[in-house]
């Protein structure tokens, strides 16, 4: 009995999106989906990592991730609107948390978010993580909330 030879993929597409998969396939043909692979969609990059442990799994690199913290009277989308800036930008969500708390003086609610956001590699090459805090700032400076904006690139993530 022939056993399959399991290939880990990555397909990254130019506008810096990625596609991972898993393939069970017969040894004898390897070479033929790596060819058809490579001749795929013009200007995409495509990987082929052969599994030499039969549970392996691959996980895709960090290339950049950022602290952020939003603080100020809630409303309603303010949520939506935060991570509506890091989603154009490229970013995902690795973690996050809400709170609310009565304002000392007025009986306004204060909100606060907070988390992590991260990029993978490859990042599109107009990635500026300075652009997206000065966009962020504004956002901020429109909800009247501070909205902070960090590169934790290499940290480990912590609450």
Known sequence: MVLPTTL?????????????SKVDIAEKDVGDLQDQLASGVEGMKT?????????????PTIAFAGRFKLSGADNPGIVHKLTSVLARNQLTIANMKTKHEEAPFGGT??????GRSVAY????SNFEWTKI???????????????EFDNVTGSTFRD
């Open 8 to 20: 880990y993929t990555r397909a990254v597409i130019p506008s810096s999106r990625w596609i991972c």
């Open 47 to 59: 990987e082929c990592l052969e599994s030499v442990e039969k549970n392996a799994t691959v996980a």
């Open 109 to 114: 609610e204060l909100f606060t978010v907070e």
């Open 121 to 124: 590699e490859p990042l599109a």
């Open 133 to 147: 805090r000065e966009e962020l700032k504004e956002l901020g400076d429109s909800l009247n909330c501070d909205i």
